[in-house]
């Protein structure tokens, strides 16, 4: 008995432990491509069944200084999906998910979306992140066939740069999170926008703070109640300093505070952040850190996004600054999988990579 309660304490004490990698997993290498940006995409899913999207880029060697890519050639959409919770992947490259300058078709959605579809999935995606236009696709399958691309309204700004952050509210009535350029057409501002009749049509509600002077783009956002939302943004305050800004709203997203500032990401305009809720309450946060030790990065909080725990090092040996844009997702077994780009040489091909690892307990 006694040898038995020590075993029990001991097994009570590895579950009740701190923050750890468990392992990374390869999901995109390819020769001659860059493998980029998952934050522009997305990430879906359904218990084990995780599907994320990048592009594929074609790698070009350039300066330290520049994404590895040659920008004169497409940024081919592609979708990778494990079906054993990040442990394996596959690759997927469906045509119907082109946007319009490779081959897609804009059209005006004239069928209402079901958003509580056990299956559905919705994906956007902008062309120029000062410019657009943006679009939206949808699933009912779990990505396996795409409707779309469907025109995003500019809701009256200059432009909108639509990446996929959205908050269902209902069968037809969802929160779309989007940023929209500046009045001086500079990216950018973060607001949410609302539609009550399945994407037909779409209203702004709300933005989240004033006008920047640099910008704050690249929302991700969690409910946390009926009436509470936390979004997360990608700030850059000027050419030294860049962060992720935590902003609250406690009245449905009608109105927004600063509720902290949370973290800072480094050199090169920074770094998007990946904000998830979890099943015990607490929130986590990864992201890419683009100043020495390159990496990826995660933080915990108890209170809300109020305060936050000390740095955890995910990956720490990136080759480059030129990684991160995380998309992260809990395992129905407690474990997260943070999907995002990565060097492993500084001026080589960049991978899509993935870190399973536990965030502890509360």
Known sequence: MFKLAILSALALTLTAGEPRVLRNTTVYKEAGRFGGWPANHGIWMWQNEILVGFSAAYFQVKSPDRHQYDNTRPEVPTLARSRDGG???????????RPPSQGG?????????????????MKLWFDDASKGP?????????????????????????????RTDYIVNGKRDAFLFLTAAKKNGKEGRVFCARTTDGGLHWKLVSFLGDEPEG??????SVRLTKSEIVTATRVKVDQETSRIDIYASTDNAATWSLRSKAIGTGAFSGNPPSLILLRDGRLAITYGTRTAPFGIRARLSK?????????????????????GYTRSVQRPDGNIVTVYYFPEQPQTERIIAATIWDPGNK
């Open 87 to 97: 442990e394996t992947w596959t690759l997927e490259t469906p045509a119907s998910l």
């Open 105 to 121: 078709v804009a059209q005006d959605l004239t069928e209402p979306m079901d958003f509580t579809d056990p299956n559905f999935a």
């Open 215 to 220: 910008f704050s783009i690249m929302p991700s």
């Open 134 to 162: 943006s679009w939206l696709w949808h699933s009912s399958d779990r990505g396996h066939n795409w409707q779309g691309p469907y025109r995003v309204p500019n809701f009256g700004q200059p432009a909108v740069a639509a």
């Open 303 to 323: 209170d809300q996004g109020r305060t936050w725990s000390d740095e955890i090092i995910l990956r720490g040996d990136a080759a480059a600054w030129d990684n």
